[in-house]
């Protein structure tokens, strides 16, 4: 493979960190991309992701899909010039389920009942 089937890139966390620069293939999908994320993700972090669907990447203003592959993303502002690194930054969903999973059990049963109002 030649040198522009690469893209350089870093990944800037909310606290100002990076990740990177590495090199990666232009074929190489979002998800591939978020586990290699994951797989580097700086054990100081106290709220480190373990699942790809907890990692959301921003580049140009854009969230990036988990089926798209970086080539397929070049219609972004993605790597314009050769020798540049890219900075995406890396935003982090919070996992509900162990929040939902932790209220119910702390709460009472809710009995379902149902309300009507006519106006």
């Known amino acids: 493979m030649g040198d522009e089937d690469w893209i350089e890139l870093k990944f800037r966390l909310a606290d100002g960190t990076d990740i990177g620069p590495s090199k990666y293939s232009q074929l190489m999908t979002v998800?591939?991309?978020k586990?290699?994320?994951i797989a580097?993700?700086?054990k100081d972090k106290e709220n480190a992701p373990k699942l790809i669907n907890e990692v959301k990447l921003i580049n140009g203003g854009k969230i990036l899909e988990n089926n798209t592959t970086?080539?397929?993303a070049r219609s972004l502002?993605?790597?314009e010039?050769?020798?540049i690194v890219t900075t995406m930054h890396v935003v982090?969903?919070?996992p509900l389920f162990e929040k939902k999973k932790e209220k119910l059990q702390n709460d009472p049963p809710m009995k379902s009942h149902c309300v009507?109002?006519?106006l």
């Open 31 to 33: 998800a591939s991309l």
């Open 35 to 37: 586990e290699k994320i």
């Open 40 to 42: 580097q993700w700086p």
């Open 70 to 72: 970086l080539s397929e």
């Open 77 to 79: 502002p993605i790597c």
């Open 81 to 83: 010039l050769p020798g």
């Open 92 to 94: 982090l969903r919070p």
């Open 116 to 118: 009507c109002c006519i």
